[in-house]
Protein backbone atom coordinates (compact mmCIF):
# COMPACT_ATOMS: atom_id res chain seq x y z
CA UNK A 1 0.00 0.00 0.00
CA UNK A 2 1.12 3.61 -0.83
CA UNK A 3 2.82 5.00 2.39
CA UNK A 4 1.10 8.25 4.27
CA UNK A 5 1.13 11.29 2.00
CA UNK A 6 2.55 14.49 2.98
CA UNK A 7 2.10 17.82 1.15
CA UNK A 8 4.42 20.16 3.20
CA UNK A 9 8.30 19.75 2.81
CA UNK A 10 9.87 18.77 6.16
CA UNK A 11 13.11 19.57 5.56
CA UNK A 12 14.98 22.45 7.77
CA UNK A 13 13.72 25.85 5.70
CA UNK A 14 17.13 27.77 6.91
CA UNK A 15 18.72 25.31 5.24
CA UNK A 16 17.70 23.24 2.48
CA UNK A 17 20.62 22.34 1.45
CA UNK A 18 21.54 19.76 4.50
CA UNK A 19 20.47 16.23 4.31
CA UNK A 20 17.89 15.07 7.12
CA UNK A 21 20.31 14.54 9.23
CA UNK A 22 22.45 17.96 9.23
CA UNK A 23 25.03 16.80 7.31
CA UNK A 24 26.46 18.24 3.84
CA UNK A 25 24.93 15.21 1.10
CA UNK A 26 27.52 12.76 -0.51
CA UNK A 27 27.15 11.33 -4.36
CA UNK A 28 27.93 7.51 -4.14
CA UNK A 29 27.43 5.03 -7.67
CA UNK A 30 27.71 2.15 -5.06
CA UNK A 31 25.36 4.20 -2.69
CA UNK A 32 22.58 4.87 -5.43
CA UNK A 33 22.19 1.00 -5.80
CA UNK A 34 22.07 0.52 -1.84
CA UNK A 35 19.27 3.19 -2.25
CA UNK A 36 17.11 0.68 -4.17
CA UNK A 37 17.16 -1.86 -1.66
CA UNK A 38 16.79 0.86 0.79
CA UNK A 39 12.99 0.88 -0.37
CA UNK A 40 10.87 -1.40 1.97
CA UNK A 41 9.08 -2.27 -1.03
CA UNK A 42 11.93 -2.42 -3.30
CA UNK A 43 11.04 -6.32 -4.11
CA UNK A 44 7.58 -4.97 -5.73
CA UNK A 45 8.59 -1.61 -6.92
CA UNK A 46 11.68 -3.54 -8.86
CA UNK A 47 8.64 -5.98 -10.27
CA UNK A 48 7.01 -3.16 -11.59
CA UNK A 49 9.05 -1.01 -13.08
CA UNK A 50 10.35 -4.31 -14.80
CA UNK A 51 6.75 -4.05 -16.33
CA UNK A 52 6.62 -0.67 -16.92
CA UNK A 53 9.89 -0.94 -18.91
CA UNK A 54 8.56 -3.99 -21.50
CA UNK A 55 4.78 -2.37 -21.97
CA UNK A 56 5.51 -0.55 -25.33
CA UNK A 57 6.05 3.59 -25.28
CA UNK A 58 3.62 4.36 -22.61
CA UNK A 59 5.02 1.63 -20.33
CA UNK A 60 8.87 3.31 -19.64
CA UNK A 61 6.66 6.78 -20.01
CA UNK A 62 4.81 5.81 -16.94
CA UNK A 63 7.78 4.28 -15.00
CA UNK A 64 9.53 8.45 -16.06
CA UNK A 65 6.63 9.55 -14.36
CA UNK A 66 7.30 7.43 -11.30
CA UNK A 67 10.66 8.94 -11.40
CA UNK A 68 9.46 12.09 -10.81
CA UNK A 69 7.48 11.86 -8.05
CA UNK A 70 10.10 10.09 -6.16
CA UNK A 71 12.54 12.86 -7.03
CA UNK A 72 10.17 15.86 -6.03
CA UNK A 73 9.14 13.90 -2.70
CA UNK A 74 12.84 13.13 -1.97
CA UNK A 75 13.63 17.13 -2.61
CA UNK A 76 10.70 18.30 -0.01
CA UNK A 77 12.22 15.71 2.05
CA UNK A 78 9.38 13.95 3.14
CA UNK A 79 9.89 10.91 5.14
CA UNK A 80 8.74 8.22 2.61
CA UNK A 81 9.09 9.79 -0.46
CA UNK A 82 9.06 6.23 -2.85
CA UNK A 83 5.38 5.88 -3.97
CA UNK A 84 3.91 2.05 -4.31
CA UNK A 85 4.41 1.64 -7.65
CA UNK A 86 1.75 -0.32 -9.48
CA UNK A 87 -1.07 -0.22 -12.09
CA UNK A 88 -3.32 2.02 -9.87
CA UNK A 89 -1.42 5.33 -10.74
CA UNK A 90 -0.55 4.23 -14.35
CA UNK A 91 -2.29 6.65 -16.24
CA UNK A 92 -1.70 9.33 -14.21
CA UNK A 93 2.29 8.41 -14.20
CA UNK A 94 2.15 8.73 -18.13
CA UNK A 95 0.75 12.10 -18.04
CA UNK A 96 3.28 13.63 -15.91
CA UNK A 97 6.35 11.23 -17.68
CA UNK A 98 5.51 12.68 -21.06
CA UNK A 99 7.75 15.77 -20.20
CA UNK A 100 10.36 13.69 -19.30
CA UNK A 101 9.99 11.49 -22.53
CA UNK A 102 10.17 14.45 -24.87
CA UNK A 103 12.78 16.56 -23.49
CA UNK A 104 15.36 13.19 -23.36
CA UNK A 105 14.29 13.06 -26.86
CA UNK A 106 15.23 16.41 -28.29
CA UNK A 107 18.53 15.76 -26.45
CA UNK A 108 19.06 12.25 -27.20
CA UNK A 109 19.13 13.01 -30.68
CA UNK A 110 21.64 15.30 -30.77
CA UNK A 111 23.55 12.52 -28.29
CA UNK A 112 23.16 9.88 -30.69
CA UNK A 113 24.24 12.08 -33.94
CA UNK A 114 27.55 13.00 -31.84
CA UNK A 115 27.72 9.22 -30.46
CA UNK A 116 27.56 7.50 -34.20
CA UNK A 117 30.16 10.66 -35.17
CA UNK A 118 32.95 10.16 -32.78
CA UNK A 119 32.53 6.60 -33.98
CA UNK A 120 32.83 7.25 -37.37
CA UNK A 121 36.01 9.61 -36.62
CA UNK A 122 37.68 6.59 -34.88
CA UNK A 123 36.96 4.02 -37.00
CA UNK A 124 38.62 6.15 -40.17
CA UNK A 125 41.32 7.23 -38.09
CA UNK A 126 42.09 3.21 -37.12
CA UNK A 127 42.16 2.40 -41.19
CA UNK A 128 43.90 5.09 -41.66
CA UNK A 129 46.70 4.90 -39.62
CA UNK A 130 46.95 0.92 -40.24
CA UNK A 131 47.13 1.63 -43.83
CA UNK A 132 49.88 4.17 -43.36
CA UNK A 133 52.12 1.65 -40.96
CA UNK A 134 51.28 -1.44 -42.32
CA UNK A 135 51.10 -2.25 -38.49
CA UNK A 136 47.58 -3.76 -37.09
CA UNK A 137 48.57 -3.39 -33.46
CA UNK A 138 49.83 0.76 -33.74
CA UNK A 139 46.21 0.88 -35.65
CA UNK A 140 44.58 -0.37 -32.65
CA UNK A 141 46.89 1.69 -29.82
CA UNK A 142 45.47 4.64 -31.71
CA UNK A 143 41.76 3.19 -31.60
CA UNK A 144 42.15 2.82 -27.87
CA UNK A 145 42.92 5.92 -27.76
CA UNK A 146 40.98 7.50 -29.52
CA UNK A 147 37.73 5.58 -28.07
CA UNK A 148 39.24 6.86 -24.54
CA UNK A 149 38.67 10.15 -25.69
CA UNK A 150 35.72 9.90 -27.43
CA UNK A 151 34.49 8.01 -24.04
CA UNK A 152 35.26 11.10 -22.19
CA UNK A 153 33.35 13.20 -24.29
CA UNK A 154 30.18 11.35 -24.30
CA UNK A 155 30.81 11.59 -20.42
CA UNK A 156 30.94 14.96 -20.62
CA UNK A 157 28.31 15.45 -23.27
CA UNK A 158 26.29 13.15 -20.52
CA UNK A 159 26.78 15.87 -17.85
CA UNK A 160 24.93 18.50 -19.53
CA UNK A 161 21.93 15.41 -20.02
CA UNK A 162 22.10 14.93 -16.27
CA UNK A 163 20.83 18.60 -16.40
CA UNK A 164 18.29 18.52 -18.21
CA UNK A 165 16.73 14.92 -17.03
CA UNK A 166 17.07 16.31 -13.25
CA UNK A 167 15.02 19.69 -14.16
CA UNK A 168 12.62 17.77 -16.01
CA UNK A 169 11.75 15.26 -13.39
CA UNK A 170 11.45 17.89 -10.32
CA UNK A 171 9.41 20.51 -12.41
CA UNK A 172 7.95 18.56 -15.22
CA UNK A 173 7.94 21.44 -17.25
CA UNK A 174 9.68 21.07 -21.09
CA UNK A 175 10.30 25.10 -20.92
CA UNK A 176 11.81 24.76 -17.67
CA UNK A 177 14.02 21.56 -18.52
CA UNK A 178 15.48 23.21 -22.04
CA UNK A 179 15.87 26.86 -19.95
CA UNK A 180 19.70 27.46 -21.32
CA UNK A 181 21.48 29.46 -18.84
CA UNK A 182 19.78 27.54 -16.03
CA UNK A 183 21.12 24.38 -17.55
CA UNK A 184 24.34 25.45 -18.31
CA UNK A 185 25.04 26.96 -14.61
CA UNK A 186 23.89 23.70 -12.75
CA UNK A 187 26.11 21.66 -15.28
CA UNK A 188 29.00 23.84 -14.66
CA UNK A 189 28.70 23.41 -11.06
CA UNK A 190 27.92 19.59 -11.21
CA UNK A 191 30.70 18.53 -14.20
CA UNK A 192 32.87 16.50 -12.04
CA UNK A 193 30.49 14.73 -9.88
CA UNK A 194 28.68 14.04 -12.94
CA UNK A 195 31.46 13.02 -14.91
CA UNK A 196 33.38 10.82 -12.04
CA UNK A 197 29.93 9.68 -10.82
CA UNK A 198 29.02 8.66 -14.05
CA UNK A 199 31.72 6.79 -14.98
CA UNK A 200 31.92 4.86 -12.06
CA UNK A 201 28.24 3.76 -12.46
CA UNK A 202 29.25 2.19 -15.85
CA UNK A 203 31.11 -0.16 -13.61
CA UNK A 204 28.51 -0.76 -11.21
CA UNK A 205 25.71 -0.84 -14.38
CA UNK A 206 27.88 -3.67 -15.73
CA UNK A 207 28.63 -5.57 -12.75
CA UNK A 208 24.79 -5.53 -11.84
CA UNK A 209 24.17 -6.84 -15.63
CA UNK A 210 27.08 -9.62 -15.06
CA UNK A 211 25.18 -11.08 -12.25
CA UNK A 212 21.93 -10.73 -14.03
CA UNK A 213 23.18 -12.90 -16.96
CA UNK A 214 25.06 -15.04 -14.54
CA UNK A 215 21.21 -15.87 -12.81
CA UNK A 216 20.60 -18.18 -16.24
CA UNK A 217 20.03 -14.75 -18.28
CA UNK A 218 16.18 -14.19 -16.50
CA UNK A 219 18.39 -12.24 -13.58
CA UNK A 220 18.92 -9.97 -17.25
CA UNK A 221 15.79 -7.83 -17.17
CA UNK A 222 15.40 -7.20 -13.21
CA UNK A 223 18.89 -5.98 -12.99
CA UNK A 224 17.95 -3.57 -15.76
CA UNK A 225 14.85 -2.13 -13.40
CA UNK A 226 17.49 -1.71 -10.71
CA UNK A 227 20.17 0.42 -12.87
CA UNK A 228 17.00 2.25 -13.93
CA UNK A 229 16.07 3.28 -10.48
CA UNK A 230 19.44 3.75 -9.11
CA UNK A 231 20.66 6.01 -11.95
CA UNK A 232 17.36 8.05 -11.06
CA UNK A 233 18.54 7.98 -7.02
CA UNK A 234 22.03 8.89 -8.13
CA UNK A 235 20.38 12.05 -10.05
CA UNK A 236 18.91 12.84 -6.54
CA UNK A 237 22.46 12.42 -5.00
CA UNK A 238 24.25 15.05 -7.41
CA UNK A 239 20.92 17.49 -6.93
CA UNK A 240 21.27 17.21 -3.31
CA UNK A 241 25.15 17.84 -3.09
CA UNK A 242 24.99 20.55 -5.35
CA UNK A 243 22.12 22.19 -3.10
CA UNK A 244 24.74 21.19 -0.06
CA UNK A 245 27.26 23.08 -1.20
CA UNK A 246 25.60 26.53 -1.83
CA UNK A 247 23.27 25.96 -5.09
CA UNK A 248 19.90 27.62 -5.71
CA UNK A 249 17.26 25.00 -5.24
CA UNK A 250 14.96 23.90 -8.79
CA UNK A 251 11.62 24.36 -7.86
CA UNK A 252 9.46 21.27 -7.65
CA UNK A 253 6.19 20.82 -9.18
CA UNK A 254 3.48 21.89 -6.35
CA UNK A 255 3.07 18.27 -4.86
CA UNK A 256 -0.77 16.54 -5.14
CA UNK A 257 -1.91 13.26 -3.67
CA UNK A 258 -1.68 10.33 -6.20
CA UNK A 259 -5.07 8.96 -7.30
CA UNK A 260 -4.16 5.47 -5.02
CA UNK A 261 -3.58 8.01 -2.72
CA UNK A 262 -6.88 10.14 -2.86
CA UNK A 263 -8.82 7.15 -3.34
CA UNK A 264 -7.16 5.71 0.49
CA UNK A 265 -7.30 9.21 1.89
CA UNK A 266 -11.64 8.60 1.09
CA UNK A 267 -11.74 5.36 2.15
CA UNK A 268 -10.10 6.35 5.50
CA UNK A 269 -13.05 8.97 5.68
CA UNK A 270 -15.43 6.58 5.62
CA UNK A 271 -14.08 4.21 8.11
CA UNK A 272 -12.68 1.74 6.21
Known sequence: ?????????????????????????????????KDVFADPEWKHNVLFALIFMIIPIVGPMALSGWMCEVMQ????????PIPYLDFGDFGEYIKRGVTVFLVQLVVTIPLMIVFYGLAAVVAVAVVGVMSATNEPLIGLAVGAVLGFVALLVL??????????????????????????????????????????????????????????LLACYIGLYPAA????????????????????????AIEPKVATALPSEQRAQQYAGYGY
Not at 189 to 199: E, G, M, Q, S, Y
Not at 225 to 246: C, E, K, S, T
Request: proline share 7%; glycine share 8%.
Open 155 to 212: LAVGVVVNAVHTRAELTENFSEALRLGEVLAYSKATFWRVLIKNFAFMFVATGIIIVG
Open 73 to 80: RKARRQPQ
Open 225 to 248: AVIQIAAMHLRFQVYDDYLARGGP
Open 1 to 33: MQPPWHPDPIADAADPGLSPAGAPAGVSAIGAV
